[in-house]
């Protein structure tokens, strides 16, 4: 195996931080992937896969080991329904674009998230209406202390709003290496009353939309408001939107009737985080490298050279004066490595 030391992990991080590992290993095999965890040479370990929801603030002193397990098959299928298996290391939207091209449907709202397969479980990554608990059915993980692969089951994942039993009890204990996803071949289901969508596909000129043309109208809405981490550093969404008890909201609404609110459950109310910075002044600001998206408040991004720290330093100073102006409380929904 190859070991090398002192990597860039800039080209592994969409922010595009540029920090060192001090060793750094390729994982493209199962066997691979066990021998390295055996490693005594090498006591502290760092994964990382498609670097979408991370954020770097420092050197890793450690062996980074690059989850990059590749391969799509297909497990079982009948008239209706297909379950995909797809390795940890396949990029997602990669993936979407795979299945649509054959007919599979379940996946088209999520369209152009950036990152790979291996780490949606973790976030339960959703968009316009869907998540992937939608369509899970499983992942294959491997326990890092005994190097054995598990497999969770939809139940077994807890999957929460961004959540998942690998953000709490499992973190740090398993690496995801493949996941498993129900989708449709006929008689699909549209998810079109999120967003802007039915807009998109009226602008469009769609009245009967097809999977594909859901996909194409959910990356029209992406690319006209999101950066290209190509051409822009940033981790997509970089805080969650804050769930608030309906007690709460009422007193919040007393000062700020305009400020907007979905009911997600009973007495609980789900609040945009990007208004919320909006209301605050941040949108488009920019301090050095670091800044808030000018077309999105929920993104920071990296202009060029930021730091890690740097970014982070400006996710403070918005999170402190949401709360002076709100009483709300934002969580980052970015893994951020201090």
Same mark, same amino acid.
Request: net charge neutral; proline share 4%; with cysteine.
């Given at each position: ?185 006929? +008689?699909?289901?549209?998810? #079109? &009353? ?7 596909? $009226?602008? %469009?000129?769609? !009245?009967?939309? =097809? ?90 991004? +990296?202009?060029?050279?930021? #730091? &890690? ?7 403070? $100073?918005? %999170?402190?004066? !949401?709360?002076? =102006? ?13």
């Amino acid at each position: 195996m190859n070991i090398q030391e002192n990597i860039s992990l800039k080209p592994y991080n969409t922010f595009g931080i540029d920090v060192n590992a001090k060793f750094f290993v390729e994982i493209t095999g199962l066997v691979q992937l066990q021998k390295v965890l055996e490693l005594k040479a090498y006591p502290k370990k760092f994964v990382i896969s498609g670097g979408s929801n991370l954020l770097l603030t420092k050197d890793i002193d450690a062996l980074v080991m690059h989850i990059n397990l590749k391969g799509k098959t297909i497990v079982e299928e009948d008239e209706y329904s297909v379950e995909v298996k797809a390795m940890a290391g396949e990029n997602w939207h990669e993936l979407v674009m795979w299945c649509l091209e054959n007919g599979y449907g379940g996946l088209e709202n999520l369209s152009l998230i950036p990152g790979n397969t291996g780490t949606a479980p973790i976030q339960n990554i959703g968009a316009y209406g869907v998540e992937l608990k939608d369509v899970f059915v499983s992942c294959a993980a491997m326990e890092i202390a005994s190097r054995e692969l598990v497999s969770f089951d939809l139940e077994a994942c807890k999957f929460g709003y961004r959540d998942s039993i690998f953000k709490k009890e499992a973190k740090n204990k398993y690496i995801i290496t493949s996941v498993n996803l129900k989708l449709t071949k006929k +008689n699909h289901i549209l998810n #079109t &009353g999120y967003g802007a969508i039915e807009e998109e596909l $009226k602008k %469009q000129g769609i !009245v009967y939309p =097809k999977i594909r043309d859901i996909s194409n109208a959910v990356i029209a809405i992406r690319q006209s408001k999101l950066p290209d981490p190509k051409d822009l550093g940033n981790s997509g969404s970089f805080f969650k939107n804050p769930v608030i008890a309906r007690k709460r909201l009422d007193k919040i609404l007393k000062r700020h009737p305009d400020m907007p609110h979905y009911e997600v459950g009973k007495d609980y109310f789900k609040v945009p985080a990007g208004w919320l910075i909006e209301q605050c002044g941040f949108k488009g600001k920019r301090v050095g490298d670091a800044g808030v998206h000018e077309k999105q408040a929920l993104v920071l991004v +990296n202009y060029g050279n930021a #730091t &890690g720290k740097e970014v982070l330093d400006l996710a403070h $100073k918005i %999170q402190q004066e !949401v709360i002076e =102006k709100f009483g709300i409380t934002i969580e980052p929904e970015v893994n951020v490595i201090k």
